[in-house]
């Protein structure tokens, strides 16, 4: 299918909450199509170049958003929150105007069974070696923290919460296997959990 694409310097996984700031005129009109249809487009990570502009490229596996705050100033800029909802891969970027678009597909997840039960555990526990160790730090972390109870969902709140670069993070997001996917994001915890482990000796 045809996305109105947003490339941007963070990589947004499935779940995960994205304020942004729209005030450049190509990302204006995306913002007006949204809001026109399904409210949806897909964000992927910026390559090399800009934000602003034009000109970047862009990689290819990305998270569709779909926008359920929104704003408008008087000077035609949007402040709106968006929602990560399911993987996307680029197959082809079309021509930029009036705004960056891709013909996409979406990528599902199979039902969890039993391996990715345990790949859950294994998330879990990462996640809380990396609250200890923030917390020990000092950073305010809140008590209600938790992951979801589907196994793939908790892997991208995982992703989502913790300090992962997002280098790590579309190393994730390319990752078609979900009980790998798992294994990979708890090896990312492990190694964010440690650094942080290293400020505190």
Do not use: K
Request: aromatic fraction near 6%; glycine fraction near 8%.
């Amino acid at each position: 299918m045809e996305l109105p694409m947003f490339p941007l310097g963070t990589a947004l996984v499935p779940g995960q909450v994205l304020p942004l700031h729209v005030f450049e005129p190509r990302y204006r009109a995306l913002v007006d199509a949204c809001l026109a249809g399904d409210r949806c487009f897909g964000v992927v990570l910026i390559e090399r170049g800009s934000e602003v502009g034009g000109g970047d490229t862009r990689f290819d596996v990305g998270t569709v958003a779909r926008i359920t705050e929104m704003a408008e100033f008087p000077d035609g800029r949007y402040a709106i929150v968006c929602v990560g909802t399911t993987r996307v891969r680029v197959q082809r970027w079309l021509p930029d105007e009036p705004f960056p678009r891709a013909e996409v597909v979406v990528l599902t997840d199979p039902d969890a069974g039993a391996d990715a039960l345990a790949g859950r555990e294994q998330v879990v526990a990462g996640m809380a070696r990396v609250v200890d160790a923030a917390r020990a730090l000092g950073a305010e972390v809140p008590n209600d923290l938790a992951l979801a109870d589907d196994p793939f969902q908790a892997g991208w709140d995982a992703t989502a919460m913790a300090p992962i670069g997002p280098i790590d993070v579309l190393d994730i997001l390319h990752e078609d296997d979900p009980v790998l996917r798992l294994e990979r994001i708890a090896v990312a915890l492990t190694e964010a959990a440690e650094l942080l482990e290293l400020r505190l000796s």
